[in-house]
Nanobody
Framework: QSQLVESGGGLVQPGGSLRLSCAAS????????IGWFRQAPGKGREGVSC????????NYADSVKGRFTISRDNAKNTVYLQMNSLKPDDTAVYYC?????????????????????WGQGTQVTVSS
């Protein structure tokens, strides 16, 4: 059974760090992609980052490049999103999601409509 469960959200001051985790059971194909999305109150969903199960194929939104790092531990079936230098604009509910890519070589996508499985979300609040 495929399931995604996020954890690690919370309240942090501007400039601080958080690490989100996504426990991804049932996604064991080499071309499976896990992505992180976020949605702030009154705003649309934004793709943040994604990673393929095999290799080092990653992708980042311009708004988080240089501050966020995605990684995965396949032995633990877990994907992490390390968030540094957090800003108030990063405040949102963060979701992990999954889809199966057709190729090992193509970039993973940050389009929400490409994803077929979604977690419940975890709240991240950046405020002093």
């Amino acid at each position: 059974q495929s399931q995604l469960v996020e954890s690690g959200g919370g309240l942090v001051q501007p400039g601080g760090s958080l690490r989100l985790s996504c426990a991804a059971s049932g996604f064991t194909s080499d071309t499976d992609v896990i992505g992180w999305f976020r949605q702030a109150p009154g705003k649309g969903r934004e793709g943040v980052s994604c990673i393929k199960r095999l290799g080092r194929v990653t992708n980042y939104a311009d708004s988080v490049k240089g501050r966020f790092t995605i990684s995965r531990d396949n032995a633990k079936n877990t994907v992490y999103l390390q968030m540094n230098s957090l800003k108030p604009d990063d405040t949102a509910v963060y979701y992990c999601a999954a889809y199966r890519s057709r190729s090992l070589l193509t970039p993973c996508l940050l389009r929400g409509d490409s994803y077929t499985y979604w977690g419940q979300g975890t709240q991240v609040t950046v405020s002093s």
